[in-house]
Nanobody, 122 residues
Framework: QVRLVESGGGLVQAGGSLRLSCAASAGTLRGAAMGWFRQAPGKEREFVAAISWSGSTTNYADSVKGRFTISRDNTKNTVYLQMNTLKPEDTAVYYC???????????????WGQGTQVTVSS
């Protein structure tokens, strides 16, 4: 069993930055791809970014390319999402997930965290 815990969310003004972290409090991320998704009120969960186990492959949604960066530290069993130049439309609950490939398809992910709220004010 894998338990993922997100942290780092909060309230920030437009143009600001936040860094989200996702740690495995139980189980391991060894060998697994990791992804970040988000869900705004009244909307479906959408893909944000993903990274392979080695970190050599990353994948981003068009809406965050050039602003967000996904990375991981396998020695710490942790994945990060650096979010810069935040916009009000980035407001959502952000979830990390462990999957089989660094895909944008939610069906590739098996274990999910509980989410962390990110609110961007205009």
């Amino acid at each position: 069993q894998v338990r993922l815990v997100e942290s780092g969310g909060g309230l920030v003004q437009a143009g600001g930055s936040l860094r989200l972290s996702c740690a495995a409090s139980a189980g391991t991320l060894r060998g697994a791809a990791m992804g970040w998704f988000r869900q705004a009120p009244g909307k479906e969960r959408e893909f944000v970014a993903a990274i392979s186990w080695s970190g050599s492959t990353t994948n981003y949604a068009d809406s965050v390319k050039g602003r967000f960066t996904i990375s991981r530290d396998n020695t710490k069993n942790t994945v990060y999402l650096q979010m810069n130049t935040l916009k009000p439309e980035d407001t959502a609950v952000y979830y990390c997930a462990r999957g089989t490939s660094p895909s944008g398809d939610v069906r590739s992910y098996i274990y999910w965290g509980q989410g962390t709220q990110v609110t961007v004010s205009s």
